[in-house]
């Protein structure tokens, strides 16, 4: 399309009824077409583009950005146009049609928001700052979710996506802080111990508590932390925040005193209410969700204390007895409590054994903590060891889930890792798109390893000299100042040098040097349905005869198989970690591999690659072994799939990662080449030669 001749209301209409498929829709498209036709060419050509790669996704979403993007384009920046099309997308991505059509009505709004972008903090961006922030703080570790409102559970500070309140990104950043402070002294300083028996049937005894122990708060974090209460003074002036309104002003300085706790806050509101009238300071719009902190609560005490008592039990079992004959009940915890400012709590509870300091070890030592932090104290009975069977065990350890126990039932996304997934057709992510699960290989002891090893006998031991003379190859290097015998390219040239009136140089001499290998390589396995029968049994031979040589090498190398049945089951079968020591059992994980589902590709080339990248080497290999293109149930099948592994394959580069793909697909040559490039790949005609195949190309790829 010429972006310097506008095309004519016929023409944006016809080209409207293709993209929206009009003939089977019957949606008008006389309105829209008439709004894109008086647009000059560049922005027409612009919004039609866009509204193609909007239609790929949904036909509907498409027709509304034809509604609506010519007003919102006179609106919106060229960039934040583009982010409000793609953040309609991604809602579309996580929520479905509805939410998604919503954001491209609400154009308007999200202009505005734009615009308190520009001078706002966004929470996505600052995140890793603010959590390492936290980890700073004493007390419980705290992790930081999104919600509209601000409160904290005890557990996780919610704080809203963006804060514009103040002029510059900056400010708006230190809003963060001072915000994220303040939630975490309701946790350290003990806001919530006395609510605990309230509910929220009290809410204007709630309301009055709340806006007095924020002061309360705010004086003891002018104590704890000056840094961050001078940058709440300078967020209060900037919003010309009024002074505290006169009949409050007579508090103050009780809820400031330092022996004021919350209990003394609470008793004060009792007194005053119907009296004052709550005061809500606007430089920080903390709120009080009360149900969400008695669930959490409630929940953490009873398995801190079922915790705590159990591991006092372990610790009557470890310490040493003063007399051998000395039993279990006869030896008692106690307590000495102290006053300690600095510890997170403000108290310092030390636990003695038979009047005699114990030495917690750090898991109790950070259970003690979190229990002062909700309790204020550790109770009495928190002091007597449990008995075996007396606490349920689910208290006793956090659950974790089965893989194949969540595929069982209806999805879930708990414990996946989500990966973002390229759509060629948008030209953009899909956010987070896969929900990957590393799943474990049931090992077969069978007499698959004795047969292989048997039937390759004369193989393994060519390899393995093979593979032991490249561990102790060494190089010749040139023009060296120092070495053992004349370079003689070298010397030819420099002597020509000084014929000509240049001064010859020192490097003369070659040195040979010791090859130091220092690789990682991950050998990604396709378990997908196709590979049944022959091609299954090449693979696991291939990977038995590579692990047998390899050990001869010493380079360092991890399997792992991949197969998926859409985006909801992307799945990554563990058969060598690193770190795993070669052995019976790995031998009868790679005889246990068994053909899955389909073939999707980018999932695991982008898992495996986070692998890679925090694996210490100089070079890193991804070494793709299949029998075909990528392949799934859904969408991923043709082009799809293939510009999605590309994609994949492309940041694997950037991530300092060399991928190579060995396939005994004979159509390979159609696409291997756009998605590996042309010497990124081996095509092996004949399944039966593979386990030579690959361990011969291995030994090129490392030389």
Wanted: aromatic content about 8%; charged content about 25%.
């Amino acid at each position: 399309m010429s972006t310097t001749t506008p095309l004519s209301l016929p023409e944006v209409q016809s080209r409207l009824d293709e993209l929206l498929e009009v003939e089977f829709s019957f949606r008008d498209t006389a309105a829209p077409a008439k709004a894109i036709a008086a647009l000059p060419a560049p922005q027409q050509a612009q919004l039609i583009n866009w509204i193609e790669r909007i239609a790929s996704t949904h036909v509907e979403l498409g027709y509304q950005v034809a509604c609506k993007g010519a007003e919102a384009q006179a609106l919106i920046e060229p960039d934040n146009f583009e982010a409000w099309l793609f953040h309609s997308m991604d809602r579309y991505d996580a929520e479905g049609l509805r939410p998604a059509l919503l954001i491209i009505e609400q154009y308007r709004e999200f202009a505005e928001q734009q615009q308190a972008r520009l001078r706002g903090a966004l929470l996505q961006e600052h995140e890793g700052v603010l959590s390492h922030f936290l980890q700073g703080l004493s007390g419980r570790p705290l992790k930081l979710a999104v919600a509209e409102t601000i409160y904290t559970d005890t557990e996780t500070l919610f704080l809203p996506p963006l804060l514009s309140l103040l002029p510059t990104p900056e400010q708006n950043f230190h809003h963060y802080k001072v915000t994220c402070a303040l939630l975490w002294a309701q946790i350290r300083f003990g806001s919530f111990r006395p609510l605990l028996p309230l509910t929220s049937t009290e809410p204007a005894l709630l309301q009055l508590y709340h806006a007095m122990e924020m002061l309360r708060l705010e004086a003891r974090l002018q104590r704890a932390l000056p840094g961050l209460y001078r940058a709440l003074e300078q967020i209060r002036q900037t919003l010309h925040e009024p002074e505290l309104p006169a009949e409050w002003r007579q508090f103050l300085a009780p809820l400031s005193a330092t022996e004021t706790e919350a209990e003394d806050v609470l008793r004060l509101a009792r007194q005053q209410l119907g009296r004052l009238t709550p005061y809500p300071p606007a430089s920080h719009p903390v709120t009080l969700a009360l149900d969400a902190v008695q669930g959490c609560m409630i929940t953490r005490i009873e398995k801190e204390r079922a915790r705590f008592k159990v591991a006092l039990n372990t610790l009557l079992d470890e310490l040493p007895r003063n007399d051998p004959a000395e039993q279990h009940g006869e030896r008692q915890f106690s307590k000495r409590p102290q006053q300690d400012p600095t510890a997170a709590e403000g108290l310092q509870v030390e636990i003695l054994l038979d009047d005699m300091p114990v030495p917690l070890p750090d898991s109790v030592q950070a259970l003690r903590r979190s229990i002062l932090l909700d309790l204020g104290d550790i109770p009495d009975d928190y002091l007597q060891p449990a008995g075996p069977g007396e606490y349920d065990p689910a208290l006793l350890h956090d659950q974790t889930r089965d893989a194949e126990d969540v595929w069982r039932g209806s999805y879930h996304e708990e414990g996946a890792y989500l990966y973002d997934e390229w759509d060629f057709q948008r030209r953009h992510y899909r956010k987070q798109w896969c929900a990957v699960r590393e799943r474990e290989i049931t090992p077969r002891y069978d007499d698959f390893s004795e047969r292989t090893l048997e039937k390759y006998h004369g193989l393994i031991k060519q390899l393995r000299k093979t593979f032991e003379a490249m561990r102790h190859e060494n190089r010749l290097l040139k023009r060296q100042p120092e070495g053992d015998d004349v370079d003689i390219d070298a010397l030819v040239e420099a002597l020509s040098d000084a014929h000509l009136g240049f001064e010859m140089t020192d490097r003369l001499l070659t040195k040979m040097q010791r090859n130091e290998r220092n690789i990682a390589v991950i050998f990604m396995v396709d378990m997908s349905g196709s590979t049944k029968g022959w091609i299954n049994d090449a693979e696991r031979e291939s990977l038995l005869l590579l692990c047998e040589a390899l050990e001869s090498l010493g380079d360092r190398y991890a399997i792992y198989g991949f197969s998926g049945m859409t985006r909801k089951r992307c799945e990554l079968f563990h058969i060598k970690h690193f770190e795993e020591p070669y052995s019976e059992l790995i031998r009868a994980r790679i005889s246990g591999i068994e053909p899955q589902d389909y073939t999707r590709m980018g999932f695991a080339i982008r898992h495996l690659t986070r692998v890679l990248q925090t694996t210490e080497a100089k070079t890193r290999l991804l070494i793709t072994l299949s029998d075909g293109k990528p392949d799934d149930y859904d969408s991923y099948r043709g082009q799809y799939g293939i510009e999605d592994t590309r994609r994949a394959l492309i940041e694997a580069r950037r991530g300092g990662i060399h991928p190579y793909c060995i396939t005994i697909d004979e159509a390979a040559r159609d696409y291997l080449p756009h998605l590996y490039g042309p010497a990124a790949y081996s095509v092996v005609d004949d399944v039966r030669s593979l386990p030579l195949k690959v361990s011969d190309i291995y030994r090129r790829l490392t030389r």
